[in-house]
């Protein structure tokens, strides 16, 4: 078998374990020196390849790779370009085949969500359709839970992690101040149509009266008098109220509560504001003293507090994508298979890429309560073991350790630049 180059590349929304999904690619490639020969990875994602950016991973010492596991962000950078079909934009196709054959690869490996397992797939079909001999593996990542056939996703347990964290600790600070303060905290997480982020906060309340009192999900059409009624309640029973609300958030005709006009480049709708929005609310109707807090980019970066079994799995969707490619597999994304949720079993399965391309899981709705501000036990059940165990990163100096990568380019073979 000829020996040939690998290209991986992560692209969107970046997560606190997208680099152990690299280290695991990395890392098993390097097992086997007699069928692939370097790695590539993309500077910033899929543009690198259309652009012959080319960092060489092999350049990098085993040491540094290794430091990858416990390394947030993107380390070889990310982007949200996403190809046309072939049909409208058979020039980036051709452009990226030109590269990998002046490159000589003959493995993919794209690291992101549905919409890049959507580039994956169409990728295998261009090469096919130009007779060009590449294999490719989605490997999947999305702090939003919301690929399908997955049991869940790597970059999600680690964020779950964070908010139920950040839920239970937030709201032992407006308790003890409820008397005579702030009564209404508010936390906006992320979670455009998929609402397992909100969710996670919900682990924060093991008993009766605990917060979070009320989480909004994507899954259910926010009532603003419902709301408004349940967060007077709350604080009249229990001094103060907590809110998770999922900036997906949105009313019965599909509004969200937070939307702000513009699109980014996957030309989804730009979210983020729905936490103000809803103390605006409280403050008009209700009076209450209130705070709220946007979790943002902190959530899907928080290595220090990373799941065990997030850090695990992501790594062992890398590995398990090279492996699949040496056993001549194509156009398919590793996936999460749960064989038992207590004590906790999982193995590595294989879904098509063709079938998981844009698509979204959202919550089932027997893991939200019947009032639709809580989760279920069966919900519980299903997010517990992904939040569990520590996979603390070293520390130097009070601070955490971060791999630091050359992130050497290779020569430009092509004698033709390329636009996006």
Same mark, same amino acid.
């Given at each position: 078998?000829?020996?040939?180059?690998?290209?991986?590349?992560?692209?969107?929304?970046?997560?606190?374990?997208?680099?152990?999904?690299?280290?695991?690619?990395?890392?098993?490639?390097?097992?086997?020196?007699?069928?692939?020969?370097?790695?590539?990875?993309?500077?910033?994602?899929?543009?690198?390849?259309?652009?012959?950016?080319?960092?060489?991973?092999?350049?990098?010492?085993?040491?540094?790779?290794?430091?990858?596991?416990?390394?947030?962000?993107? &380390?070889?950078?990310?982007?949200?370009?996403?190809?046309?079909?072939?049909?409208?934009?058979?020039?980036?196709?051709?452009?990226?085949?030109?590269?990998?054959?002046?490159?000589?690869?003959?493995?993919?490996?794209?690291?992101?969500?549905?919409?890049?397992?959507?580039?994956?797939?169409?990728?295998?079909?261009?090469?096919?359709?130009?007779? $060009?001999?590449?294999?490719?593996?989605?490997?999947?990542?999305?702090?939003?839970?919301?690929?399908?056939?997955?049991?869940?996703?790597?970059?999600?347990?680690?964020?779950?992690?964070?908010?139920?964290?950040?839920?239970?600790?937030?709201?032992?600070?407006?308790?003890?101040?409820?008397?005579?303060?702030?009564?209404?905290?508010?936390?906006?997480?992320?979670?455009?149509?998929?609402?397992?982020?909100?969710?996670?906060?919900?682990?924060?309340?093991?008993?009766?009266?605990?917060?979070?009192?009320?989480?909004?999900?994507?899954?259910?059409?926010?009532?603003?008098?419902?709301?408004?009624?349940?967060?007077?309640?709350?604080?009249?029973?229990?001094? $103060?109220?907590?809110?998770?609300?999922?900036?997906?958030?949105? $009313?019965?005709?599909?509004?969200?509560?937070?939307?702000?006009?513009?699109?980014?480049?996957?030309?989804?709708?730009?979210?983020?504001?729905?936490?103000?929005?809803?103390?605006?609310?409280?403050?008009?109707?209700?009076?209450?003293?209130?705070?709220?807090?946007?979790?943002? $980019?902190?959530?899907?970066?928080?290595?220090?507090?990373?799941?065990?079994?997030?850090?695990?799995? &992501?790594?062992?969707?890398?590995?398990?994508?090279?492996?699949?490619?040496?056993?001549?597999?194509?156009?398919?994304?590793?996936?999460?298979?749960?064989?038992?949720?207590?004590?906790?079993?999982?193995?590595?399965?294989?879904?098509?890429?063709?079938?998981?391309?844009?698509?979204?899981?959202?919550?089932?709705?027997?893991?939200?309560?019947?009032?639709?501000?809580?989760?279920?036990?069966?919900?519980?059940?299903?997010?517990?073991?992904?939040?569990?165990?520590?996979?603390?990163?070293?520390?130097?100096?009070?601070?955490?350790?971060?791999?630091?990568?050359?992130?050497?380019?290779?020569?430009?073979?092509?004698?033709?630049?390329?636009?996006?």
């Amino acid at each position: 078998m000829a020996i040939k180059n690998a290209f991986y590349a992560q692209s969107g929304g970046v997560t606190a374990v997208i680099n152990a999904s690299a280290a695991g690619v990395i890392q098993t490639a390097r097992k086997y020196p007699d069928q692939i020969g370097k790695v590539y990875a993309g500077r910033n994602g899929i543009i690198g390849a259309l652009k012959e950016e080319l960092i060489d991973t092999s350049l990098e010492s085993d040491e540094s790779i290794e430091a990858l596991i416990h390394t947030p962000g993107g &380390a070889f950078g990310s982007c949200r370009h996403k190809l046309k079909n072939i049909s409208e934009n058979a020039r980036e196709y051709e452009r990226l085949i030109e590269v990998f054959r002046a490159h000589d690869i003959g493995y993919f490996f794209y690291n992101g969500g549905g919409d890049s397992q959507d580039t994956a797939y169409k990728v295998s079909q261009m090469a096919e359709r130009m007779g $060009y001999p590449i294999t490719c593996i989605g490997v999947p990542k999305t702090v939003d839970n919301d690929l399908p056939f997955t049991d869940c996703c790597p970059g999600f347990g680690s964020v779950g992690k964070y908010i139920a964290t950040s839920t239970l600790e937030a709201s032992l600070d407006i308790k003890s101040m409820c008397d005579t303060s702030t009564k209404v905290f508010i936390l906006e997480v992320m979670g455009r149509h998929a609402g397992w982020i909100a969710a996670a906060g919900g682990l924060a309340g093991e008993q009766e009266g605990d917060a979070p009192h009320i989480i909004l999900f994507p899954e259910v059409p926010f009532n603003r008098e419902k709301f408004l009624e349940r967060v007077d309640e709350s604080v009249k029973n229990h001094g $103060y109220c907590v809110v998770v609300a999922s900036e997906g958030a949105q $009313y019965e005709d599909g509004r969200f509560l937070a939307e702000s006009g513009a699109k980014d480049a996957f030309g989804h709708t730009q979210l983020g504001g729905v936490a103000p929005a809803l103390a605006n609310m409280v403050k008009q109707a209700l009076g209450h003293k209130y705070h709220w807090a946007v979790a943002d $980019y902190l959530q899907r970066s928080a290595r220090h507090l990373a799941s065990a079994t997030d850090v695990e799995q &992501a790594y062992a969707v890398g590995q398990a994508a090279v492996e699949m490619a040496l056993a001549g597999k194509q156009a398919l994304m590793p996936v999460i298979v749960r064989e038992q949720s207590s004590p906790y079993r999982w193995r590595i399965g294989e879904a098509n890429l063709s079938e998981v391309a844009n698509q979204e899981k959202k919550m089932p709705i027997h893991f939200i309560t019947d009032d639709g501000y809580g989760i279920t036990k069966d919900c519980r059940e299903y997010l517990q073991p992904l939040i569990s165990g520590e996979s603390f990163p070293p520390f130097d100096n009070g601070l955490p350790r971060v791999a630091r990568l050359k992130n050497q380019l290779t020569e430009k073979k092509l004698k033709t630049e390329f636009s996006l």
